[in-house]
């Protein structure tokens, strides 16, 4: 009877998860058809389509172009740092790190952002519009486009001058998927059926058991970058888009960084878009606590790439060109800049951080410092600002220290939705 008992339990216990993880699966399809535009029904109609704002340029972009040249020297021979760009921000890439940066600099020179409507991205995973965007006007101009969307150069291109610079970041498709694949767990109905500590050596055993194209938030299983990019997720890597996308995607980003090199890519943006050291700086973000990251032997390794085998090539390719351009840069050079990077971060982290580095969400004393954690966990670290810093440098620390959902609530973006379903994550679990 005891034997039977805990069967029972058990069973009651599973599906009490099982009907909460219906329930949020329904919410969050709600959330999403409430806070989307219908882009079927866009395609079928005739749509206006606005010329570039580089033909209608706003009466704040003339008095920006008198202050700022967008060239890359001056008339003194010296560069000019660049203040119209697109990040494309990918998922699990250390993008956040970079979204500091980026809000950082765009304060600093008073530019201005294209901002989502009631949240941190552009209504992704729906394809990128223009009316994704707050307070957009035809042919108005923007300095900077950096949350989260899935990708459409068409799109992105009305809203930037003709000759903003375009960058990105990947990560070893490996890597990224460990990520990815753990962090929205919770959010993904086809791996609730995987049981046990072994769920991703389980999954890339046999995916296909598992995975269903098409199915609620099932590009976070597949390819995750090329589906970033816009493109088919589901398509083989010896597809011929798959080349083609890599083709469009080098014409369109004059740098791709790469995440294992982080540093090394600081300092290539720094070059191409001529920005100084001090808005290089960072802490890093959104770091997970290792008891949360599955190590990958070498065969996990090897199935995780060749099951997302399209990131795979994207990933090659933008690698060999990354590398060709520390090459271009020179090795010793990059050498001394990496170096005088770390020594220049080392400064902050020892004025800034108390403790001098990351810990758990649990030990992080104020919230504005809290970091979003994924449904269910507690696996994202954070800071705790250090007491007593030189004035002088107080309010770079904190927002050197600042999560992305409180900088974007400093810039005035209404993140309504965001805060809501944050609230329910929090409540249900």
């Not at 560069?79 to 697109?86: G, K, Q, S």
């Not at 802490?283 to 949360?292: E, G, M, T």
């Not at 790439?305 to 795979?312: H, L, M, S, Y």
Request: aromatic share 12%; hydrophobic share 40%; charged share 20%.
């Amino acid at each position: 009877m005891l034997g039977f008992g805990v069967r029972k339990r058990r069973c009651k216990s599973i599906a009490r998860r099982l009907a909460v993880g219906v329930l949020l699966t329904s919410f969050m399809v709600i959330l999403h058809c409430l806070s989307t535009p219908a882009v079927q029904q866009v395609n079928q109609q005739k749509v206006t389509v606005a010329l570039s704002c580089s033909h209608h340029l706003s009466q704040t972009w003339v008095h920006n172009l008198t202050n700022y040249s967008q060239s890359r020297t001056s008339l003194s021979g010296e560069c000019v740092p660049t203040l119209d760009i697109m990040f494309m921000k990918t998922h699990k890439t250390a993008s956040s790190t970079l979204l500091n940066i980026i809000f950082r600099f765009g304060e600093k020179h008073g530019l201005k952002f294209a901002f989502p409507k009631g949240r941190n991205d552009f209504s992704y995973p729906s394809p990128f519009l223009c009316s994704h965007v707050k307070d957009f006007q035809p042919g108005v101009c923007f300095n900077i486009l950096c949350n989260h969307m899935r990708f459409n150069g068409h799109e992105v291109a009305k809203l930037l001058p003709a000759d903003a610079a375009y960058f990105t970041i990947l990560r070893d498709p490996a890597e990224l998927f460990e990520s990815s694949f753990h962090y929205y767990s919770r959010a993904i109905p086809l791996t609730w059926g995987i049981h046990g500590d072994g769920k991703l050596a389980e999954f890339l055993r046999e995916p296909m058991n598992y995975y269903t194209p098409g199915s609620y938030n099932s590009f976070y299983l597949k390819n995750l970058l090329f589906f970033d990019f816009g493109f088919d997720n589901n398509l083989e890597p010896d597809h011929p888009l798959v080349e083609r996308g890599i083709q469009t995607l080098s014409q369109r980003f004059q740098l791709v960084l790469m995440a294992e090199h982080f540093e090394e890519s600081l300092i290539l943006l720094k070059d191409t878009l001529c920005w100084t050291m001090e808005d290089m700086l960072f802490f890093k973000l959104n770091a997970r606590k290792d008891s949360s990251v599955s190590r990958l032997t070498p065969a996990l390794r090897a199935k995780a790439r060749e099951w997302n085998g399209a990131d795979w090539r994207l990933y090659q390719h933008f690698n060999a060109t990354f590398w060709a351009k520390v090459e271009a840069y020179g090795w010793t050079r990059m050498e001394q800049e990496v170096k005088e990077l770390r020594r220049r971060n080392a400064e902050m982290a020892a004025m800034c951080i108390e403790g001098g580095g990351a810990v758990e969400a649990g030990l992080i004393r104020d919230t504005d410092l809290l970091p979003w954690q994924p449904v269910g966990e507690n696996s994202i670290l954070g800071y705790n600002l250090r007491k007593n810093i030189d004035p002088k440098y107080r309010e770079l620390c904190r927002k050197m220290l600042t999560p992305e959902i409180q900088y974007l609530s400093e810039l005035g973006v209404n993140l309504w939705l965001t805060r809501l379903w944050g609230w329910l994550k929090d409540t249900i679990f």
